[in-house]
């Protein structure tokens, strides 16, 4: 990523997020959360707790901005759940309180066949949608360009488990691929259309969480179902995206790196020294820092070692695999920042 013997001048955070994800020399690695680093003791600090900071803008922006004020972070990412836009196709969401996250209530599909599919009038303007693009507009304001502002909008993938539950999504995934193939062209401009708001909002890069993830479907599902799509959306949705998919995904990597995409947000149960091999400087990798485990449970220590993986293996952003645990303490989180600044020092 570096090259080498290149003195790269200084560089504010957005500066040097929006350059890894170009994979341009940065003047140090960026630390980025593609997904949500809310935690409890964050909501506390500033005062905005789940589950109103996922639907009142001012508490939205509050808590994101932490990530930047508090950890050290090079990137704010105001979209901690990943229900808004299911929301308000009309699922019901379970919201629970600050120590849980919000979720769908799968067991009460709204969609069973691909001709219920309905993209509402009020998909924008819906209080949960409207939230994240509201907070983006204040945290623009709020930073100006000094820090990457980054969006998220779910993918199609995602959101038919929603709407039509996991199990009978999956099921109709094995019998009829061409009815599968039709819904989930229709929901893809539900995809689009938050993405290029949030796009209009301010958004320096969209977050496009689509869980194909590597326990419930395989890499050549990846390829038969979702490539095209994910080539699409990078066409289509004029900022540096950030492909999220948890659990063990090398065996889709040679799949993800040909869609055009900035970045992919991978998992700690894919070695980075590998998956730089697998994706050969054709899309950035971010992520990685194991969640339920080292950030969860263990302390900076361990911490320290895995960003060092990372870096010793010149993955260009570092942060936290998937959203994190609501209960991580900031000492663990703040770690991630001070390592990646370290690293960079014992090498000058
Ligand atoms: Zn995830």
Known sequence: METTGEVVPAMNSRQRVLAALRREPVDRTPVCNPTSVATVELMDLVDAPFPDANRIPELMARLAATGHTELGFDSI???????????????????????????????????QDVDEIRIPANLLTHQDTRCVIEAIKILRREFGNEVAVIGKTMGPWS?????????????????????????????????IQFGLAQIE????????????????????????????????????LPVPLILHICGKTVDRMEYIAQTGM???????????????????????????????????SKGPEQVRREVYRNLDAGVQLVGPECAIPLQTTIENLKEISKAVRDWHLERQ
Request: overall charge negative; proline content about 6%.
């Open 77 to 111: 990412m105001p979209v901690f759940t990943i229900i808004q836009e299911s929301s308000a196709l009309g699922c019901k969401i379970q919201w629970e309180q600050k120590d849980n996250w919000p979720t769908v209530k799968m067991r009460e599909p709204i969609w």
């Open 159 to 191: 959101l038919g488990y929603h709407c039509f539950g996991v199990e009978p999504f999956l099921l109709m995934s094995l019998d009829n691929p061409g009815r599968t193939k039709a819904c989930l062209d229709r929901l893809k401009e539900v995809t």
């Open 201 to 236: 909002a301010g958004a320096d890069a969209l977050t496009l969480p689509d869980h194909a993830t590597g326990d419930l479907v395989s890499g050549e599902y990846y390829a038969r179902y979702l490539r095209e799509l994910h080539i699409e959306f990078a066409e289509r």
């Open 262 to 296: 900035a970045a992919f947000h991978y998992d700690s149960k894919n070695d980075p020294a590998e998956s730089m091999r697998i994706v050969r400087n054709r899309i950035s990798l971010v992520g990685n820092i194991n969640n339920p485990e080292t950030l969860f």
